[in-house]
């Protein structure tokens, strides 16, 4: 029972390359989301797919692209790399609006960085 | 004003003591909260959800919640070092989205 897989795990870029980060899942979810984590800032939402079809913009959207594949895939698109999105990222899914109040379940995270 | 504050930190508690660990939240209407436990260089786990005024347990750790005073807390029993990780509190303002706070760092020193 893998959850929400991650990949890659680790990355480093040059300042100006693209990139993409993959999500899936396999728990039938309907919602995804993409966060970055630096330190002392706690968990930020970038993209968000509340289901299938649908993204919308987060706390920090800026630089970033992202691509509901299918309901199983959600990924995060770095079109020009920069230094300052040296970050952590973490992919999460939950069940959806037809189970209210449910939790978000994360991957293991991307460590991403920018030279 | 942050939409999920939680008490900086971090906090240092002998092994065996209770850890007291507050959050507070500015959108009145959010109505489920969570508590995750974070270890270094691992993703965020949840250990309690709390959707209703009052108290709940499960094991050594207990969640309060207060939504006239729109605060959460987390209280973990017998700290042990394992319980060593950040604690990100976690709000849910509407069905699709979650807000979280900046995390409290716990260290249990044994």
């Given at each position: 029972n893998a959850g929400v897989t991650q990949t890659p795990k680790f990355q480093v870029l040059k300042t100006g390359q693209s990139m993409t980060l993959q999500c899936a899942q396999d728990m039938n979810h309907n919602s995804m989301y993409w966060y970055r984590q630096d330190p002392g800032m706690g968990?930020?939402?970038?993209?968000?797919?509340?289901?299938?079809?649908?993204?919308?913009?987060?706390?920090?959207?800026?630089?970033?692209?992202?691509?509901?594949?299918?309901?199983?895939?959600f990924s995060l698109r770095l079109e020009s790399?920069?230094?300052?999105?040296?970050?952590?990222?973490?992919?999460?899914?939950?069940?959806?609006?037809?189970?209210?109040?449910?939790?978000?379940?994360?991957?293991?995270?991307?460590?991403?960085?920018i030279l | 004003q942050k939409e999920v504050e939680q008490n900086s930190g971090p906090l240092s508690v002998p092994e065996g003591a209770i850890a007291s660990l507050n959050c507070t939240y500015s959108d009145r209407v959010s109505q489920?909260?969570?508590?995750?436990?974070?270890?270094?260089?691992?993703?965020?786990?949840?250990?309690?959800?709390?959707?209703?005024?009052?108290?709940?347990?499960?094991?050594?750790?207990?969640?309060?919640?207060?939504k006239a005073s729109q605060y959460v807390s987390l209280l973990i029993r017998d700290s042990q070092p394992s319980d060593s990780a950040t604690y990100l509190c976690a709000v849910a303002p509407n069905d699709y989205k979650l807000s979280f706070g900046a995390g409290t760092t716990v260290t249990v020193r044994a």
């Open positions: 968990l930020r939402l970038i993209y968000y797919s509340a289901s299938e079809g649908t993204t919308d913009k987060g706390e920090v959207p800026n630089g970033y692209n992202v691509s509901r594949l299918n309901k199983r895939e790399a920069a230094p300052s999105q040296t970050s952590v990222y973490f992919c999460a899914s939950r069940p959806g609006t037809a189970r209210p109040g449910q939790p978000q379940h994360f991957g293991d995270g991307t460590r991403l960085s | 489920s909260f969570f508590w995750y436990r974070q270890y270094s260089g691992k993703s965020p786990e949840l250990i309690m959800s709390i959707y209703s005024n009052g108290d709940k347990e499960d094991g050594r750790f207990t969640a309060q919640l207060n």
